[in-house]
């Protein structure tokens, strides 16, 4: 298991930048494929993005692509989400996730996932 603590939530004006981090415990992150999701009062958690082992390769959902990026920085256990010109749909909280098993592809559906961070809020006004 990866245990995972996210950070960097906050209230932003709509067109503001945000990076969220997850540091993961443990030294096997490196060895885990890599998600955020996010879920908005209401709704059901949605993938964001993912990200595999090395870095190399990365998906993101339509709603994120050109303005998101995912990133992981595996000597610091850490994943990154650089999030620019933010709109109110992106009003969430966000969640990092390790997947479900080690050098798997990265998958798009939280079951393809075994562990998940608490969550940090983000709040975009208009």
Known sequence: ???LVESGGGLVQAGDSLTLSCV???????AYAMGWFRQAPGKEREFVANINVLGGTTTYAN???DRFTI???NVKNTLYLQMNRLIPEDTAVYYCAAGANPFNTPG???QDFGSWGQGTQVTVSS
């Open 108 to 110: 798009g559906r939280p």
């Open 1 to 3: 298991q990866v245990q």
């Open 63 to 65: 709603s994120v692509k």
């Open 71 to 73: 990133s992981r920085d």
């Open 24 to 30: 993961a415990s443990g030294r096997t992150f490196r």
